[in-house]
C-alpha cells in the first residue's frame, strides 16, 4: 500500500523534479525528461551518441530496471536489488545512494518500440553473429524507416550471407514502413515474403494502405503464405495425431497381449497403467530425497522398475483370478472391473485420493521447431518410446522361446500341451507381459497425464477401442488403430470442439465395429469360427 | 441344362479359401429330389465347409448353389435358407439345453418365426399333435418334459434329428450322426434316416463305412474340396484313386 | 420360477412399500416406528434400482447381452422427469424467469431449446422417459445385432455409447445443465415434492411399477419369445439353422429393456432429486450387472433382491466405513463371478433341488 502511494508520488511529482536539475551529472543522457515522448528522443539520441554501456542500459529501461535517484543519477538496479552506475557499469555499493528516493523509470509502447529499434540498431554492428542475427530480426519486427542508414552500413560490411539476408528483410520492412518508390516497395513486398514466417506475415497483412500495386502483391503473397502456413498446420495436426496415437498405442499394447492374444477382457489394465505410473512416482520421490542430482535417471529406472511391478501384480492376477475363470469372458469382465476398483482404492488408501506431482526431467523439458513444426521433447520422446517398446514386444513375440511358446498356446493349447508346454504357466506369463507392458506405459503417461488413483480409468475405453478396431491378435492392427484413432481425433478436435470430438470418434468407432466386427484386420478361417 | 429342373440342389463350381488354404475347390454337385447321398472323404476334405456353403454360413468366393428352379443359396442368409427347406443338423449335438424335449420340437416346429408372432403364439393342438408323432418317431415319447441338457448322447442326436423333421424341409443335411453311438444306436439312426428319406432328400456326410453301408446309397468321394469319385459304395471304394487318398491306408 | 413365488415377491415388494409409506404417514414423527422421510425415499431409490436391475437382467440373463451401459437408458428417462421438474419450477428459481430454468439464464440461454418444448406436461415427459432410450437403443441395437457384434465385443460398445453419453450430457451446451445437472425440484403434477404424501405416494407407485414390469418380463420369457430368446442365448447359430432370426429377437428385447431401464429412471429422479451426468459414469451400469449377478442373473426375482441387498450394503458402508466400500464392492465382484456364478437365488434352488433329490433317495 506504502509502495504503491509513493509510486503515484513519484509519477506525479517525479518528472518536475528531473527536469528542474536537468541532467549535468548525465550528459547525453536525457532519459530523465518529463514526457514520453522526450523519453523516446532520449533513447533514440542517446543510441547513435555511440556512448559505452548504452546497450545495457536500454535493456534495463526496457525490463524497468533502470532506475534513478534523487540525484539524478542513473542506476541499474539488478532482481535482487544491487545496483550498477548506468553510465559507467561500476557496481555502487549499498550506502552511497539513497535507496529510498530510487525510483524505475517508466516506459509506454511507443517508447519500448524505440527502445527495440534503437537495440536493434546498435547490435546490428556487435561482434557476436548471433546478436547480429537477432538484431536483424528485431529491425525487421520494429519496420522503422529510420532504421534504413544503420541497415544500410550493415549490410555492406556484413560477411555472414544468412546474416545478410535477414539484414536485407529487415531493409525490406524498413522501406514499406517509409516513402519510398513504389518499385522499390514492391521489391520489399517479395523480399519479405520469401521469408515467409509469422513476423513476415504479419508485415505483409499490414499493407492494406500501401498503393493498389503493393497491396495487391502483398495480398497475393499473403494467400501464398497463408496456403503454405496451412500445410503446416496439417502437418502439425498429424504430428499431435501421431503422439496421441502414441500414447494410446502405449495404453493398448498390453491390452494386445492379454485381450488380443490371450483373449482375456482385463478390465483393470488402466490400473496396471496407473501402478506404473506410481512406480515413477516413487522413483522420483526415492531421487529427490537421496539424489537430486541424478534426478534425470528416475525415468530410465522407473521403465524396468514399472514393468516388473505391473507385472508380478499381472501374474498374481492371472493366477489367482483369472484362470478359474478361463472360457467364460463376461465373467471374467466383471472379476476383473472388482479387481481394478480394490487396486484403485489400494492405491488411494496409499498414496491419497489427490494428483502426486511426477516431475519431468530436463531432457524432456522444451521445444524446438522443425520448418513450421513445434515440437515438444517430452512428446517426441514418448512416440520414440513407443516405437521402442513396440519393437521390443514384436521381438519378444517373435524371437524368443517364451514368444514361441505363447503362440503355440494361442494357436492350439492342446497340442502345446501335449508337446511338454506347461501351458499354465505360459499363461501366467504371457498375462504378466502384457501387464508390465501396460506398466511401461503408466512410466510415459506420467509425463503428460495426472497421476492419480483413476488414471487408468480414462485409458481403458480407448485401449479397448484400439484393440477392437485394429483387429485382435494382431499387433501391427494395433499400431494402426492407435494411428487412426489419434490422428483421426486430432482433426476432429478443430472442427468440433475435444469433447464433440471424442464423442465423434466413439460413434464413428461404433459404426465401424458394426461393419467389420472383427477389425481391420481380422483373422480368418475356422479357428476364428470357435 | 436339362439337370437343372430336374436337380433340387446343383452346386456350381464352389470355390472357398481361408487366408490361402482352399477349403473347397471348384466343387460341383448335383443332388436329385428326394435323394439320399452320402459324402466320405478324410479330414480337410472340406466336407464341413460344404455344409457351411449350403446352409449360408460361409459365402463362397466363386460359384452358385442352386436350390430347386432358380434359388442362389450363396446369396442369402442361414435363416431365409431354412426357412427355404433346408434343415441341418451338426456334428456336435446342439440342442437347447435348458428347454424340455418338447419345446425343442415346438420351436423347430414350421411356423411364423417373427418375433411379433412368437411373442403372443399360443401352441395349437395341431402342433400338439405333430409334436406327439415325432416324439414317437425319435422314440423320446418318455423324455418329453425331461431337459434336453439332461438326455444322454444318442438321445440329444435323435431330438436334434426330430427338430430337423419338425421343421418339415425338402432337404436335410446330416453331419456325422451316428458319432459316439452304440452299435444298435447306429442301426436304429440308419432306419431313421430311411424312414426320413421316404419324404425327403438327405445328404448324410459321414465317417463310419458300415454306416454308409447300411444305407444303401450313392455315395459321394470328396478330396481336397473337389469331387474325387462319385458312385455306389462298391464303385467308389474300388476306384484306384480314392484307395490312394483314403481307403488304402 | 414358480408362479406362488412370484405372487409372494409382488406382495412382499407392494407390501413394504405401502406399510413404510402408511407408517410415515399415519404415525407422528416422535413415533419410533414413524419411518422417517429419507428412509421412504431411500426405500423408493432402492426399488428403482431393481427396475433398472430388472431390465438388466432381460438382456443379460435371457439374451446373453451383457449390457455395460444400461445405466444411460435409466439416466436417460431420468432426464426426462427431470426436464419436467425443472418446468415445473416455473418463475420460482433465483432468477425468477418463468420459462428457462435457471442454468439457462446462467448460461444466457434466449430462449427455450426446441427439445426442452412438451416437458411442461407430466405425461409427455413420461412418454419421452420411454420413447427416447427406446429410440437410442433401437438405433443402437438395430446397427449392432445386425451386424452380428456379441459378446465383449458388444460390452464394449454398450460401455462406449454411455460414455459417449457422459461426456455429451457434460456439455454446457447441450442444454441439460452441464456438470451440475437437473436439481432443485419443487412441484410434481402440481403438488409439493418435499411432502411426504408425494413421497409416500412416488414410493408406492414405484413399487407397483416394479412389479408390473416383473410381471411384463415374466410374461415376455415365458412366452414361445422367451423360449426362443434362451436358445438365442446359448446357441444362437442353432436358431439361425432352424429359421429365427436373432438380431430380430435380441433387438426387440433390447428395445423393451431400455425402456424399461427409462422408467426406472423417471421414477429415481424425483425420488432423489437430482439427475446429473455422472449417472451415465460407466460404472453405474457395471455396478447394475453385478446386483443382477448378487441376486441370481435369469431368474427376474434375483435382481430385485441383488439391487436392494448390495444398495443397502453400499449405504450401510458408505456411512459407516467409506472408505472401505469400494473394496467391498470390488470383492462383490470377485467373488460372485468365482463362487457364485447363479447368484442368491441360484444357491437357494440349488440348496432345494439338493434336499428335493436326498428326499428322493431316502427310504
Known amino acids: 500500500m506504502l509502495r504503491a502511494a509513493l509510486l503515484l508520488l513519484l509519477v506525479l511529482f517525479g518528472p518536475l523534479a528531473a527536469r528542474a536539475e536537468d541532467a549535468p551529472a548525465n550528459p547525453g543522457w536525457s532519459l530523465l525528461s518529463g514526457s514520453y515522448d522526450d523519453l523516446r528522443h532520449g533513447v533514440e539520441e542517446l543510441a547513435t551518441s555511440g556512448a559505452p554501456n548504452v546497450a545495457t542500459a536500454l535493456d534495463a529501461l526496457m525490463a524497468g530496471q533502470l532506475v534513478v535517484d534523487g540525484d539524478s543519477h542513473l542506476f541499474i538496479q539488478a532482481d535482487d536489488g544491487s545496483l550498477v552506475d548506468a553510465i559507467t557499469g561500476a557496481p555502487v555499493g549499498g550506502d552511497a545512494v539513497d535507496a529510498d528516493t530510487l525510483r524505475p523509470i517508466r516506459v509506454n509502447n511507443a517508447v519500448r518500440r524505440a527502445i527495440e529499434a534503437a537495440l536493434g540498431n546498435l547490435r546490428l554492428f556487435s561482434t557476436d553473429p548471433a546478436i547480429r542475427r537477432a538484431a536483424a530480426d528485431a529491425v525487421f519486427k520494429a519496420r522503422d524507416a529510420a532504421a534504413l542508414p544503420a541497415l544500410d552500413r550493415a549490410i555492406a560490411q556484413e560477411k555472414d550471407s544468412s546474416i545478410r539476408t535477414a539484414l536485407q528483410q529487415a531493409r525490406a520492412a524498413a522501406i514499406l514502413a517509409g516513402n519510398a518508390p513504389e518499385a522499390d516497395r514492391l521489391a520489399a513486398v517479395a523480399t519479405i515474403a520469401a521469408r515467409g514466417d509469422i513476423d513476415a506475415r504479419s508485415v505483409l497483412a499490414s499493407l492494406g494502405d500501401q498503393p493498389a500495386t503493393v497491396a495487391t502483391a502483398a495480398a497475393t503473397a499473403l494467400t501464398s503464405l497463408d496456403r503454405i502456413a496451412q500445410l503446416w498446420g496439417v502437418l502439425q495436426s498429424v504430428y499431435y495425431g501421431v503422439s496421441l496415437g502414441s500414447v494410446l498405442l502405449l495404453a493398448a499394447a498390453g491390452l494386445a497381449i492379454t485381450f488380443g492374444v490371450m483373449g482375456v477382457i482385463n478390465m483393470a489394465h488402466g490400473e496396471m497403467v496407473m501402478l506404473g505410473a506410481y512406480t515413477t512416482y516413487v522413483v522420483q520421490q526415492f531421487f529427490r530425497d537421496h539424489a537430486p542430482a541424478l534426478f534425470g535417471l528416475s525415468l530410465p529406472i522407473a521403465v524396468p522398475l514399472a514393468f516388473i511391478v505391473a507385472g508380478a501384480v499381472g501374474i498374481a492376477i492371472e493366477r489367482g483370478l483369472i484362470r478359474f475363470l478361463y472360457g467364460r469372458p463376461l465373467e471374467t469382465l466383471l472379476a476383473t472391473w472388482g479387481l481394478s476398483l480394490i487396486l484403485q482404492q489400494f492405491v488411494r488408501t496409499i498414496f491419497g485420493p489427490s494428483n502426486r506431482e511426477v516431475g519431468t526431467p530436463d531432457w524432456m523439458s522444451g521445444a524446438f521447431q522443425l520448418g513450421g513444426l513445434t515440437i515438444t521433447w517430452n512428446r517426441l520422446i514418448i512416440i520414440l518410446f513407443a516405437i521402442v517398446v513396440l519393437a521390443a514386444l514384436m521381438a519378444v513375440l517373435r524371437f524368443t522361446a517364451l514368444g514361441l511358446q505363447m503362440r503355440a498356446v494361442t494357436q492350439n493349447r492342446r497340442m502345446a500341451a501335449s508337446m511338454g508346454i506347461r501351458t499354465p504357466w505360459i499363461d501366467a506369463l504371457t498375462f504378466g507381459l502384457g501387464s508390465g507392458v501396460a506398466g511401461i506405459a503408466g512410466v510415459a503417461l506420467s509425463q503428460i497425464d495426472n497421476v492419480s488413483p483413476n488414471l487408468g480409468q480414462g485409458y481403458i475405453i480407448d485401449s479397448f477401442m484400439v484393440v477392437v478396431f485394429g483387429g485382435v491378435g494382431n499387433l501391427w492392427g494395433t499400431v494402426l488403430g492407435a494411428l487412426t484413432l489419434g490422428v483421426v481425433n486430432k482433426f476432429l478436435e478443430p472442427i468440433a470442439g475435444a469433447v464433440l470430438g471424442k464423442i465423434a470418434v466413439l460413434v464413428l468407432l461404433i459404426l465401424f465395429i458394426q461393419r467389420r466386427p472383427r477389425g481391420m484386420f481380422p483373422l480368418r478361417g475356422r479357428a476364428v469360427e470357435s | 441344362m436339362t439337370e437343372d429342373t430336374a436337380s433340387l440342389l446343383y452346386l456350381d463350381g464352389i470355390c472357398v479359401s481361408f487366408d490361402g488354404f482352399k477349403a473347397l475347390n471348384n466343387l460341383s454337385l448335383l443332388l436329385a429330389p428326394g435323394e439320399m447321398r452320402a459324402v466320405i472323404g478324410p479330414n480337410g476334405a472340406g466336407k464341413t465347409t460344404m455344409m457351411d456353403v449350403i446352409t449360408g454360413k460361409t459365402r463362397p468366393d466363386e460359384g452358385r448353389a442352386i436350390f430347386g428352379e432358380a434359388t442362389d443359396l450363396t446369396k442369402l442368409d442361414e435363416p431365409s435358407i431354412a426357412a427355404l427347406g433346408i434343415g441341418r443338423k451338426f456334428q456336435k449335438p446342439t440342442v437347447f439345453e435348458p428347454h424340455t424335449v418338447r419345446d425343442n420340437l415346438l420351436l423347430a416346429l414350421a411356423s411364423d418365426r417373427r418375433a411379433r408372432f412368437t411373442m403372443f403364439a399360443r401352441e395349437t393342438s395341431e402342433e400338439a399333435d405333430r409334436i406327439a408323432e415325432i416324439l414317437t418317431t425319435i422314440r423320446l415319447v418318455e423324455q418329453s418334459a425331461r431337459r434336453a441338457g439332461d438326455l444322454s448322447h444318442g438321445q440329444k442326436q435323435w431330438l436334434e434329428i426330430g427338430m430337423l423333421i419338425a421343421q418339415d424341409p425338402a432337404l436335410l443335411l446330416v453331419d456325422e450322426p451316428v458319432a459316439g453311438m452304440t452299435d444298435a444306436e447306429t442301426e436304429q439312426t440308419a432306419e431313421l434316416l430311411r424312414e426320413i428319406n421316404r419324404t425327403r432328400a438327405v445328404v448324410v456326410v459321414e465317417h463310419d463305412m458300415d454306416f454308409v453301408r447300411a444305407l444303401g446309397v450313392k455315395v459321394t468321394v470328396l478330396h481336397e474340396g473337389s469331387v474325387l469319385s462319385e458312385g455306389s459304395l462298391d464303385h467308389v471304394s474300388n476306384d484306384p484313386r480314392v484307395i490312394e487318398v483314403y481307403l488304402g491306408r | ?363
Open chain 3, 1 to 363: 420360477m414358480t408362479r406362488g413365488a412370484t405372487r409372494v415377491a409382488y406382495a412382499l415388494i407392494i407390501g413394504i412399500a405401502v406399510l413404510i409409506a402408511g407408517l410415515n404417514l399415519a404415525l407422528p414423527e416422535t413415533s419410533a416406528l414413524h419411518p422417517s422421510t429419507f428412509v421412504m425415499s431411500l426405500t423408493g431409490k432402492y426399488l428403482s434400482y431393481a427396475i433398472l436391475a430388472l431390465s438388466v437382467d432381460l438382456v443379460w440373463g435371457f439374451a446373453g447381452i451383457l449390457s455395460l451401459g444400461h445405466a444411460a437408458f435409466f439416466a436417460l428417462g431420468g432426464y426426462a422427469m427431470g426436464m419436467y421438474l425443472m418446468r415445473q419450477i416455473g418463475g420460482r428459481g433465483v432468477y425468477g424467469n418463468a420459462v428457462l430454468p435457471d442454468f439457462m439464464v446462467f448460461l444466457n440461454y434466449k430462449s427455450l431449446p426446441w427439445y426442452w418444448h412438451g416437458f411442461d406436461m407430466g405425461g409427455f415427459a413420461i412418454l419421452m422417459a420411454i420413447l427416447v432410450p427406446g429410440l437410442i437403443a433401437l438405433i443402437f441395437g438395430w446397427l449392432t445385432f445386425r451386424s452380428r457384434v456379441s459378446g465383449v465385443y458388444l460390452s464394449i460398445i454398450t460401455q462406449a455409447l454411455t460414455y459417449a453419453l457422459l461426456l455429451a450430457f457434460f456439455r454446457n451446451d447441450m442444454g441439460f445443465g452441464g456438470n451440475n445437472g437437473l436439481t432443485d425440484f419443487k412441484d410434481m403434477f402440481g403438488l409439493k415434492l418435499q411432502s411426504d404424501a408425494v413421497r409416500a405416494g412416488l414410493l408406492v407407485a414405484t413399487a407397483i411399477i416394479l412389479c408390473l414390469q416383473l410381471a411384463l418380463a415374466q410374461f415376455v420369457v415365458r412366452s414361445r419369445f422367451g423360449k426362443v430368446l434362451i436358445a438365442v442365448r446359448d446357441t444362437e447359430s442353432r436358431t439361425r439353422f432352424l429359421g429365427y432370426r436373432p438380431e430380430s429377437y435380441k433387438l426387440v428385447v433390447w428395445v423393451l429393456s431400455a425402456m424399461m431401464a427409462g422408467i426406472g429412471g423417471a421414477l429415481y429422479v424425483p425420488q432423489v432429486g437430482i439427475i446429473n451426468p455422472g449417472e451415465f459414469a460407466p460404472g453405474n451400469s457395471i455396478e447394475a450387472v453385478i446386483w443382477v449377478a448378487v441376486g441370481g442373473r435369469g431368474t427376474l426375482i434375483g435382481p430385485i433382491i441383488g439391487a436392494v441387498i448390495v444398495n443397502l450394503g453400499k449405504t450401510w458402508f458408505t456411512a459407516i466405513l467409506p472408505e472401505y466400500w469400494l473394496y467391498a464392492l470390488g470383492a462383490l465382484f470377485v467373488l460372485v463371478t468365482i463362487f457364485l456364478p447363479n447368484g442368491i437365488l441360484g444357491l437357494l434352488r440349488a440348496r432345494r433341488s439338493g434336499k428335493a433329490e436326498a428326499r428322493a433317495v431316502a427310504p
